[in-house]
């Protein structure tokens, strides 16, 4: 803009460049400046030399663009990578509860320890009604699938399927969590492992998967495995 002053001493543009903004669509995302959840429009917009404040000539595109709703700002659209808080919230729960069925698919439900250690994961991770009928109904349900559990290479393994489910409930979580909080899943389906003696080779296989999924190291898995104690 280039400004020049009026007979009264007010600034008046006489030539410059105006954006005018259009809404190609909306939705929800985490605002970095708010510190939250908010609604947003997503926005292109064409920008116009101006000479008296009159759109002449057009001079491209702008944006695209993610205006928050709660403070307007404007974000490059990569900031829709970032998990709403719901939508992690959501994430990191089913995350704990598919290890931790996984796990007792593993080992059995037999032991009342193991089931008592899997409720308590499963209700801090936010199923707060959860129950050890549910769990041991859901765990029968796995093994009556064919292809979900044992049904491979042996009695102590687990089946493909079931291996995909926790590739898919924690992949999309993974690149979210920092370090300790990829650590803190794994371990919780680790104790639920040990709640009835030590690791069988099923359980062990189950949780080389989950940290594979989770984007840990094998060595630290191992070292992760080794160092937890039973609850």
């Given at each position: 803009m280039l400004p020049v002053r009026g007979g009264d001493g007010r600034k008046l543009t006489v030539w410059g460049i105006r954006t005018t903004w259009s809404t190609v669509g909306d939705g929800e995302f985490f605002c970095p400046d708010c510190g939250g959840d908010r609604n947003y429009r997503r926005r292109t917009g064409r920008r116009r030399f101006t000479v008296l404040g009159v759109p002449l000539l057009p001079r491209g595109q702008a944006g695209p663009v993610v205006e928050c709703q709660g403070c307007r700002e404007r974000f490059g659209t990569e900031v829709l990578d970032?998990?709403?808080?719901?939508?992690?919230s959501t994430l990191l729960r089913d995350a704990v509860h598919t290890v931790t069925l996984?796990?007792?698919a593993a080992g059995g439900t037999a032991s009342r320890s193991a089931l008592e250690a899997a409720v308590g994961a499963v209700r801090s991770a936010g199923f707060q009604?959860?129950?050890?009928?549910?769990?041991e109904s859901l765990v029968d349900g796995l093994a009556a699938e064919e292809g979900r559990l044992g049904l491979y290479d042996g009695?102590?393994?687990?089946?493909?399927a079931l291996s995909i489910e926790l590739h898919e409930a924690l992949e999309p979580l993974a690149p979210h969590l920092a370090g300790p909080g990829r650590e803190s899943i794994l371990l919780q389906g680790a104790r639920v492992a040990l709640a009835d003696g030590p690791y069988i080779p099923a359980e062990r296989e189950v949780l080389a998967t989950v940290g594979a999924a989770l984007r840990i190291d094998a060595d630290e898995v191992a070292r992760l495995l080794s160092a937890v104690r039973a609850p």
């Open positions: 970032h998990l709403t808080t719901t939508r992690f996984a796990v007792l009604d959860c129950t050890e009928e549910q769990l009695p102590d393994c687990y089946g493909a």
